[in-house]
């Protein structure tokens, strides 16, 4: 068995919040504010490298969902290939901590994607929020990208029927748990999770608030991307030999994505998205 994955620990300068990210996958694995864990990553996870994480928040690319090239989601989220671009650096000022991971193009992806590029990731740790940036080259001299993205974020939850999603009503979202994939209208102010749930809410506000339980609340600012995800796997998540017992009822994956419409990128032109999650 493999020896168990680098993690890269950033606590903040003033010392209240913390995040460790795998550059198995860039996978963040914990985001702790105020002493509480924001983020959910399975008992049953597969942490030795031979798998995509179960939790955290993955880097999905350069596919969102199943995918005809290779496995479902990319092979981002599941890449040993990431490498640390620019060690973690404290911003004397303020505290904030900043990481940058990096993944090209390598002959084991070209196997599956024929594509040149260069991926940039930039987390930056502040106080009560993390923010999340995306830059991707396209190194081709002559042919487009073609991509889709998502941050696949798991927010952890103490009691999963007390997880209310705003800012959602009237915006149209396909409904992947049911046969055929309809689209449908969001009437709902609060959305709740009550049972199986897989959404991609398109051309959504960049500005969401999530409440993962009675005492916490965050808001989700995106920007680059148009789509929101919410996802979760209920009775679904005993298929899962990754998932641990009622560990569906445990989390919530609200996902900021550019899925609904694919993502070109010209020859030599690159592709920013930004993701922010903050408690308020």
């Given at each position: 068995?493999?020896?168990?994955?680098?993690?890269?620990?950033?606590?903040?300068?003033?010392?209240?919040?913390?995040?460790?990210?795998?550059?198995?996958?860039?996978?963040?694995?914990?985001?702790?504010?105020?002493?509480?864990?924001?983020?959910?990553?399975?008992?049953?996870?597969?942490?030795?490298?031979?798998?995509?994480?179960?939790?955290?928040?993955?880097?999905?690319?350069?596919?969102?969902?199943?995918?005809?090239?290779g496995p479902q989601h990319g092979f981002a989220r599941n890449s040993k290939e990431w490498k640390v671009n620019h060690e973690p650096k404290v911003d004397i000022n303020n505290g904030d901590v900043e990481l940058i991971l990096e993944l090209s193009d390598s002959e084991e992806t070209r196997k599956l994607w024929d594509q040149k590029f260069t991926l940039v990731y930039t987390l930056v740790l502040k106080e009560k929020a993390l923010d999340l940036k995306v830059c991707v080259k396209n190194n081709e001299a002559e042919k487009d990208l073609d991509m889709t993205f998502c941050f696949h974020t798991y927010f952890t939850t103490s009691d999963l029927s007390k997880v209310a999603i705003s800012n959602l009503k009237g915006?149209?979202?396909?409904?992947?748990?049911?046969?055929?994939?309809?689209?449908?209208?969001?009437?709902?102010?609060?959305?709740?999770?009550?049972?199986?749930?897989?959404?991609?809410?398109?051309?959504?506000?960049?500005?969401?608030?999530?409440?993962?339980?009675?005492?916490?609340?965050?808001?989700?600012?995106?920007?680059?991307?148009?789509?929101w995800v919410v996802w979760n796997p209920y009775?679904?998540?005993?298929?899962?030999?990754?998932?641990?017992?009622?560990?569906?009822?445990?989390?919530?994956?609200?996902?900021a994505t550019q899925t609904t419409n694919r993502i070109v990128i010209g020859p030599g032109k690159t592709w920013d998205a930004t993701h922010c999650m903050e408690v308020v």
């Open positions: 068995m493999a020896s168990p994955m680098r993690k890269i620990e950033l606590k903040h300068g003033k010392g209240n919040s913390s995040v460790t990210i795998v550059p198995f996958g860039a996978t963040i694995i914990s985001w702790i504010v105020d002493g509480q864990e924001r983020i959910f990553v399975s008992k049953d996870a597969i942490m030795d490298g031979s798998k995509a994480i179960r939790g955290g928040v993955p880097v999905c690319f350069p596919n969102f969902g199943p995918w005809s090239l915006l149209s979202y396909t409904d992947k748990t049911t046969e055929g994939w309809p689209i449908v209208t969001e009437e709902n102010e609060i959305v709740n999770i009550k049972g199986f749930t897989d959404r991609v809410y398109a051309q959504a506000p960049d500005e969401i608030e999530v409440a993962t339980g009675p005492d916490s609340k965050l808001k989700l600012s995106k920007s680059g991307m148009k789509d009775e679904t998540a005993a298929k899962m030999a990754d998932m641990h017992e009622n560990g569906h009822l445990e989390f919530v994956c609200v996902e």
